[in-house]
């Protein structure tokens, strides 16, 4: 029927409401797009939970995935009681590998596309962000391999490959050509990570030398951070391309910049599959009440339309949404309103038709 089928999994907590308020809003568009969805409540085999295989059989069959916030328990175990093996800060001895990270892993999801940039009308001491983070999504700390060498001595691996440096930093140049930004920067500590985050600018440096268009050059993660937050113009023509970890964690301080999570998109892309995702929590807090904001997942949901060139539609919906946060009439608490998730939606829906 023309239809392009998405794997959407609405995830956990708020998860189902934001992901109906996306497909009502979908509909409502026309996009040519079927859900297929999928729960990846995870199950339990042999002490480890796993994602369940119609989910993963899903996303490889379609290639595409839409996700909602996953719950992962935090638990942080005293290390020198349990001498549990830690995998990415989750107990491996209590079952609780976070399903997000799985999920990158089975797809071999390399390269994290973050777009931070202000949303018109929703006021923050910043009106001019707007920078894409890259974020190498395979290793680095999230190798997750570690071990207590003797009593009271814990060593965790950084990984850095050169084929995932390479990998991630040519998606990077690629990505800034396509989106029409004249400048690369690799975000490093070399300084102190003199062989890690060493070979890691030297993939970018050569990667950069097939792109004579696109300017490249380097910069201290801790600069970063201290200059964007005085003033984030300069990085608004550019795209940051960084090891996982700083990826991680200069995302989040972008997203600040704007407003947080509730409004910053996220794209995990690999060969064989994509996963578009809302990088919140699930907001246990408000789950169920309706109150909930969509708009991180319809942002993220617009990037995996732009990714299936159906960018007329990713357009339009866009305009609708960023048109309705600007009249701040009809949004959510999180933005400063008093509308439900449903009115909320309604009133992008109702814009549709004008854009
Ligand atoms: C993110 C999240 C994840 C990460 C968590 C949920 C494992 O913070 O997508 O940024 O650390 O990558
Ligand atoms: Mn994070």
């Known amino acids: 029927d023309g239809k392009y089928t998405v794997t959407l999994i609405p995830g956990d907590g708020i998860g189902p409401e934001i992901s109906e308020s996306v497909k009502a809003i979908y509909s409502a568009a026309n996009v040519p797009i079927s859900w297929e969805e999928v729960s990846v409540t995870p199950i339990l085999k042999g002490g480890k939970t796993v994602i369940p295989d119609v989910a993963i059989q899903s996303v490889r ?8 916030p996953l719950a992962t328990p935090s638990q942080y175990p005293d290390i020198r009681l349990t001498r549990a093996q830690t995998d990415n800060g989750d107990a491996v001895g209590k079952g609780h590998i976070s399903l997000n990270l799985t999920l990158r892993r089975t797809f071999n999801l390399f390269a994290n596309v973050r777009p931070c940039a202000s949303i018109k009308g929703f006021k923050t001491p910043y009106d001019d962000v707007n920078t894409v983070l ?11 391999i570690e071990h207590e060498v003797v009593d009271g001595v814990v060593q965790s691996i950084k990984l850095i490959t050169w084929e995932a440096s390479e990998r991630v930093a040519r998606y990077a140049f690629h990505h800034a050509q396509a989106s029409g930004r004249k400048r690369v920067t690799a975000v490093h500590k070399a300084n102190i990570m003199k062989m890690s985050d060493g070979m890691f600018l030297s993939a970018c440096r050569q990667v950069a030398k097939d792109f004579p268009g696109i300017t490249y050059d380097e910069d201290l993660l801790d600069r970063v951070c201290l200059q964007i937050t005085q003033n984030p113009l300069p990085y608004a023509d550019r795209v940051m391309v960084m090891p996982n970890l700083y990826g991680d964690i200069l995302s989040d301080m972008c997203a600040g910049l704007i407003g947080g999570l509730g409004l910053t998109p996220s794209g995990n892309i690999g060969r064989d599959a994509s996963i578009f995702e809302a990088v919140h929590g699930s907001a246990p807090d408000i789950a169920g009440k309706g109150l909930a904001n969509p708009t991180a997942l319809l942002l993220s949901s617009l990037m995996m339309l732009r990714h299936m060139n159906l960018n007329d539609y990713a357009s339009k919906i866009e305009k609708a949404a960023l048109t309705t946060i600007a009249e701040g009439k009809t949004i959510t608490g999180d933005l400063g309103g008093k509308s439900s998730t449903k009115e909320y939606t309604a009133a992008i829906i109702e814009k549709l038709g004008k854009a």
């Open 61 to 68: 069959k379609n290639t595409v995935a839409l996700k909602g």
């Open 134 to 144: 890259i974020r190498e999504n395979t290793e680095g700390e999230y190798s997750g």
